[in-house]
């Protein structure tokens, strides 16, 4: 332990390699190599630290306790917020205040679902990329189908290892994170004031980005970047606007490119490749292939016909 620790000192982010060097540091036994239920509040009070995991994480937390911040944003956390990490995110800050840990996590290595269905799909559970500040929001019945996955798992972990050991405690975590995705699809709608403000926004991003001289320099406007300005990460940025709109946000933009060029359309003396530059496209032939794709027509054939 106290060479993890030194060797990890030379980093201002304190770094855990695997599940037993995690779960030295918070006091809590080893039952497996590649997963474990960490209670925290086991742990010695400890400094605030940056942290980095080498598997995914994923903690339940019950009480504010001062040492989650991701990126460059504070968050403070309600009773029953689950919060998502995918293996080398960081999360903390360096402090010189003390704190208790609080709370569980769940912590798995890619290793133990490496073949697996769960291994081949986890890449469909977005919300191991969303930021701390879209973390999600728990009710108290969703809190104890939480706490009742963690138990299950907690439970084939403290069981004589079997021929059945791993599948069990695999579909419990996938049992759980299947729960989760049926409980963000609840916050999008219970949050639905908040999203339909960012919706909003997102259209007003669009019509000053299409404004300006940006489509000519830049391109057209990605994803990552309109999530960028709404200060989300893109995977929740993605998945918010499907739920709003039932398009992915690549088709939002695209849309919001047709409806425009339509527009311009009208403006005399106007030819197809200028109004394609002055969109963002570098080749006129592409902007023809996506207003066909997106209209069942060419431009100039709609052109025509208006």
């Known amino acids: 332990m106290s060479k ?89 800050e360096n402090g010189n205040s003390f704190y208790q840990p609080q709370g569980v996590a769940l912590v798995f290595h890619a290793d133990l679902i490496s073949g697996t269905s769960l291994g081949k799909n986890l ?17 108290e019945k969703e809190r104890k189908i939480v706490e009742d996955c963690f138990s299950k798992i907690q439970y084939e972990l403290q069981h004589a290892i079997d021929k059945h050991s791993k599948q069990l405690i695999i579909s419990n975590i996938e049992l759980f994170l299947n729960y989760c995705s049926r409980f963000y699809d609840r916050q999008f709608i219970t949050r639905d004031n908040i999203h339909k403000g960012i919706l909003e926004r997102f259209e007003e991003i669009l019509n000053n980005y299409f404004s300006s001289n940006k489509p000519q320099t830049i391109g057209l406007p990605s994803v990552s970047w309109c999530a960028n300005e709404l200060n ?55 902007f023809t292939r996506l207003f066909k794709q997106k209209t069942g027509i060419t431009p100039n054939a709609y052109k025509n016909l208006n």
């Open 123 to 139: 890449g469909n559970y977005h919300f191991f990329s969303y930021t701390v500040n879209e973390a999600l929001h728990l009710s």
């Open 4 to 92: 993890f620790l030194n060797n990890m000192a030379m980093e201002d982010v304190l770094y855990f390699n695997s599940i037993k060097e995690y779960n030295d540091f918070n006091n809590n036994e080893t039952l497996h190599p590649l997963v474990s239920v960490v209670h925290l509040d086991k742990a010695e009070p400890r400094k605030l630290r940056r942290l980095r995991y080498g598997f995914y994480t994923v903690f339940l937390k019950q009480i504010y306790c001062g040492d989650l911040r991701y990126g460059l944003s504070n968050y403070d956390y309600e009773e029953g917020t689950l919060i998502f990490l995918a293996p080398n995110q960081v999360i903390g």
């Open 232 to 286: 989300l990460s893109s995977n929740y940025f993605g998945d918010l606007i499907k739920k709003e709109t039932d398009l992915t946000a690549q088709e939002y933009i695209q849309s919001k490119v047709i409806q425009l060029a339509k527009e311009r359309f009208f403006v005399p003396n106007k030819s197809i490749s200028e109004i394609a530059y002055e969109l963002g496209f570098k080749y006129p032939q592409h």
